[in-house]
């Protein structure tokens, strides 16, 4: 059985062969121990953090396989972002250029540097092992922390956004960010995204162009890859935007990828779920439907994938004992729930 739970501090080997496995571009796992160490720890602090508004906690869970105990993936969540950090986009607008004279009228596309996703929760850090990419593995990943942030609201803020990573070659090459490299950077991609994961971003701040770019003035390969996601990132864009996240205009400064933003409310598993006591009851959990589960807890957070069925009468929610062995719960306790 897969498990969600927080991360702690023994899971470290785990979570570095991870962010080798990445690969270049995932910016919130730089290969760097005393960073991932930090990131650990930060979690941890976040977790026995008594909430009752966001800031700059920072939750990381990981996927245990219980049959071996092997980490098999990590999701994270950033209850506000920019608070520590200046938070950097480009937003893809338009600025038109018009002569009633001379009877010209054109619309040309801009980006402008930004920070206008300041305060916004961020799902992120989001990887799956390929040897787990199987059931519904991939999605209880993503889908569990819309039932925590419904869960927990003092915790994160309305709106969650989740940038998407952009185009680029085996070798880490970036077609945007090659253009950048070459007018104003003369630092290659692999070193710049290193920088920026390891929290090292003020030679964004000093170096990146302080006014608009004219779109135009693009290489073609780099205007062409704008707002678009890397091959692997396809799958995990498809399922966001099948919960109700929207493109908005906003890319990453580096590779272009898109960001995506929804309301937490308006996410299709929050709209869905159900929060209610439960019942450990063997032969009604048989008959319920596969749902992604957690329970109520901070601390003592676990998620899974499992048969839920709805006593409507009562309204309770009666689950195996393997589920609830797995969620460390006990006849009366509660649940939040959605159907797979």
């Keep these: 059985m897969k498990i969600i739970r927080p991360i702690q ?8 062969d991870i962010a080798i496995e990445s690969g270049i571009g995932f910016t919130s796992l730089p290969v ?13 602090t976040s977790f026995q953090k008594n909430v009752s508004e ?21 999701s994270g969540i950033a209850a506000m972002v920019g608070q520590d950090d200046p938070f950097y986009h480009y937003h893809l607008g338009k600025v038109v250029h018009a002569s009633r004279e001379l009877d010209v009228h054109n619309a040309v596309d801009i980006l402008t540097l930004c920070n206008d996703y300041t305060g916004v929760s961020e799902i992120c850090t989001l990887f799956l092992r390929p040897e787990a990419r199987e059931d519904n593995n991939g999605r209880l990943l993503s889908k569990f922390r819309f039932l925590f942030m419904q869960q927990h609201p003092e915790r994160f803020a309305d709106t969650v956004i989740a940038e ?15 253009w950048l490299e ?27 162009p302080k006014y608009p770019i004219y779109v135009s003035l693009l290489s073609p390969e780099a205007q062409a890859v704008i707002g678009h996601v890397h091959e ?19 890319v990453d400064i580096f590779d272009a990828g898109p960001t995506v933003e929804s309301q937490v409310k ?26 992604y589960i957690i329970n109520d807890k901070i601390l003592g957070f676990r998620g899974c994938c499992a048969n839920v ?9 009666c689950i195996d004992a393997q589920t609830a062995h797995a969620l460390e719960l006990t006849d009366g306790e509660h649940i939040r729930f959605a159907p797979v």
């Design 9 to 16: 501090a023994q899971d470290y080997p785990a979570l570095h």
């Design 32 to 44: 760097n121990e005393a960073l991932l160490r930090s990131k650990i720890e930060r979690s941890e």
């Design 54 to 74: 966001p800031f700059d906690e920072s939750y990381l869970f990981v996927m245990e396989d219980t049959d071996t105990g092997r980490i098999v993936g990590t």
């Design 164 to 178: 998407m990573r952009g185009v680029s070659d085996e070798q880490g090459k970036s077609p945007f960010w090659q």
């Design 182 to 208: 070459e007018h104003f950077f003369s630092m290659d991609f692999p070193t710049a995204d290193y920088l920026t994961g390891i929290g090292n971003k003020v030679f964004i701040a000093e170096l990146m």
């Design 232 to 250: 692997k990132t396809k799958p995990a864009l498809r399922l966001l935007e099948q919960e109700g996240f929207i493109f908005r205009g906003y």
């Design 266 to 291: 308006h996410i299709h598993t929050v709209q869905r779920s159900q929060a209610l006591p439960v019942r450990i009851d063997e032969a009604l959990a048989q008959q319920g439907q596969d749902c």
């Design 309 to 317: 069925w709805v006593d409507q009468d009562n309204q309770v929610a």
